[in-house]
């Protein structure tokens, strides 16, 4: 009888723990949360600095550095020369792509799926 109630209690901890465990972050999402700040956070005229958007996308440098290459290389993000350092803003294919993604993602919940 100790060993099933030991088991109950054990199986009610793991499913607590297995509640707290954050769920990793696809490509894709990460794209989103970099589009969704240049769009969101940062004053048109003055675009987001490489570090806010490390802060805010919760991202290390080297990854985020190659995000923005490709994102500035597709056209989705422009990148500004400010004293010597990039910025950052969302151009309108950007703000396209970020409606369509949204559109996509929410129609993918509906089904069940995580994208």
């Keep these: 009888m100790e ?16 509640e707290k465990v954050s769920v990793y972050r696809t490509h894709m ?4 949360d970099i589009l969704l700040t240049t769009r969101d956070d940062i004053e048109v005229e003055q675009g987001a600095s490489v570090t806010y958007l490390i802060r805010k996308a919760n991202v290390s440098h080297v990854r985020i ?24 803003v969302i151009s309108s294919s950007g703000r396209e792509f970020l409606l369509a993604y949204h559109t ?5 919940e509906n089904f069940g799926l995580i994208i």
């Design 3 to 18: 060993q099933y109630l030991v088991t109950i209690i054990e199986c009610a901890c793991w499913e607590k723990v297995r």
């Design 29 to 32: 999402n990460i794209i989103g």
């Design 65 to 88: 550095s190659k995000i923005l290459n490709n994102l500035v290389s597709q056209g989705l993000l422009e990148q500004k020369d400010s004293n010597g350092a990039f910025r950052y």
């Design 104 to 108: 996509f993602r929410k129609f993918a």
